[in-house]
């Protein structure tokens, strides 16, 4: 049976190709929505972009009819714009003049016609209020992603029999067949591995005996960065290991790290520790700076309109990046907080030299960055549009690492299942240049108020020290029994930027006393 399906304007601001998704079927546009859009056009915004859009589309079908009689569209269906039922009658509480409810009085008297109307709304509460009229509503779910629980991970716990993971002990390779997963009968069920999938791989009989590895698109390979330290740091579990192992890939293996995961498991720090890693520490400096971008939902499109530099205008918002950089920076936690003043010098140094940069999401479209180490924290903020936006913008040898927690939505119009992050992760699941980690629940790292009396202890060893006074290779063992010592390279550029930074400050000094 033919359907009817009436959009609210909300799926036209999210995707205003949505006019073309329903094959067959008849659309309506209530007139409210129309004007809805038009209010929605003079924003400088992404929905303002979205409301020109569908004006443009709107204004071209036009030219093959009346839209007010239908206009027929490429899949079967035709596109009209309602305007009457005026008099249907709604619950006497409900105001008739809310664009909601004007929509649900078209649905309504649709209905009433005979009609098999349908209401598709991003809108909850309008969805709820169809169901109390009987009516049928469903969300936009074109560009939706599956429910959390059923997102691509990125990793997984599969089992080996014994002889096969002593053979990947000491080759570091075993075959997609040599692992399973077993049903509730014991038997064994082969695994359908996707390429760069990190996986645990536990032994069949010895509930102690694991490894790490990954799957390359041909057989599973032992991780090639388990014994690294970046910057100081020490990986204290498997999805941290994973995660060092992904951002440790050279920018033309692994162009796109995709992290998830809650508050606390570590995902803007250990990315901040491999870029300065990489920046400071390697030899040979393949990148050029990084770049940090953290979407904010109230002023990314209207940053232009606010006093100050653009440097200015985003520090308020970077605040959780310098809360891990001062971590970094200074990885002795007896002796870190001493002195603010010192602590914030070591910070800004790293800003004022160029070594991290900060820029506004809106002014990413448009470049093509090369060389440079692209942290985008918070990324479920993102539309599918702008993450689109910002992987495309990738140049010769750049790295970009999507950071974000999917259940914790800020922007009005996404949720746990449109916003940009899993749409990214979803569309690159399986690509040889995507490397993506879920980090679990109990992966998380923080003091006993938030995780309960039984976390752990903070995974950086306090002898690490990089920055500031007494600064000296660590010489401790690490978890896994192995040497971490700082490279001589590295020593030398932080006692370099000690000087430099004092340096800095006594002219700064000098200047205020000549003014």
């Not at 970094?328 to 070594?355: A, C």
């Not at 750049?398 to 940009?420: A, F, M, V």
């Amino acid at each position: 049976m033919k359907k009817t399906f009436v959009l609210d304007t909300n799926v036209l601001l999210q995707e205003p190709s949505a006019l073309f998704a329903f094959d067959d079927n008849d659309i309506v546009l209530p007139d409210v929505v129309l004007e809805e859009l038009d209010r929605f056009k003079r924003e400088n915004s992404e929905l303002g972009a979205n409301a020109r859009q569908v004006g443009r589309i709107l204004d071209s079908l036009r030219q093959n009819g009346t839209l007010r009689e239908g206009i027929p569209l490429r899949g079967g269906g035709t596109l009209r714009i309602e305007l009457n039922f005026t008099d249907v009658e709604l619950p006497p509480n409900w105001a008739l003049s809310t664009g909601d409810n004007r929509i649900l009085r078209i649905c309504k008297g649709l209905r009433d016609r005979g009609e098999n109307a349908i209401l598709v709304s991003k809108d909850t509460f309008a969805r709820i209020k169809a169901d109390i009229l009987d009516i049928i509503a469903q969300d936009f779910t074109n560009e939706q992603s599956p429910a959390l629980e059923q997102q691509y991970r990125g990793r997984r716990d599969v089992y080996a029999t014994r002889r096969k993971l002593e053979e990947f002990f000491k080759g570091g390779r075993v075959q997609e067949k040599d692992v399973f997963l077993c049903d509730d009968n014991g038997e064994r069920i082969p695994v359908p591995l996707i390429r760069n999938e990190f996986l645990v791989i536990h032994s069949e009989t010895t509930a102690k005996q694991s490894a790490l590895g990954r799957f390359d698109g041909e057989s599973i390979v032992a991780l090639t960065h388990l014994e690294a330290r970046p910057f100081g740091v020490n990986p204290r579990n498997a999805g941290q290991r994973f995660m060092q192992e992904a951002l440790m890939l050279d920018a033309e293996t692994a162009p796109l790290v995709i992290v998830k995961g809650a508050a606390g498991t570590a995902k803007t720090f250990y990315a901040l520790a491999v870029g300065l890693h990489k920046l400071l520490e390697e030899r040979d400096r393949s990148f050029r700076k990084i770049l940090v971008c953290r979407p904010n939902v109230k002023f990314d499109e209207d940053i232009g309109f606010l006093p100050g530099t653009e440097q200015e205008k985003m520090a308020p918002f970077l605040r959780p990046v310098v809360d891990n950089l001062e971590v970094l920076v200074d990885q002795d936690e007896k002796q870190r907080y001493k002195s603010e003043k010192e602590l914030r010098d070591k910070v800004d140094y790293l800003f004022d030299n160029n070594i991290i940069t900060t820029e506004a999401i809106a002014y990413i479209r448009g470049r093509s960055i090369a060389r440079n180490w692209v942290i985008i924290d918070e990324a479920q903020n993102l539309t599918p549009r702008q993450v689109k936006g910002i992987v495309t913008r990738v140049g010769q040898g750049t790295k970009i690492i999507l950071l974000g927690d999917p259940e914790q939505i800020d922007h009005p119009y996404l949720d746990s299942r449109t916003n940009g992050l899993v749409y990214a992760a979803e569309r690159m699941k399986g690509s040889p240049l995507c490397f993506q980690i879920t980090m679990n629940e109990d992966e998380c790292e923080r003091s006993e108020l938030p995780s309960g009396p039984q976390s752990g202890p903070f995974f950086l060893s306090s002898k690490s020290a990089i920055f500031g006074r007494g600064c000296e290779p660590h010489s401790g063992k690490t978890a896994h029994g192995s040497q971490l010592k700082i490279s001589g390279i590295a020593e030398r550029r932080l006692s370099i930027i000690t000087i430099c930074r004092f340096s800095t400050l006594q002219d700064k000094r000098l200047t205020q006393l000549q003014a």
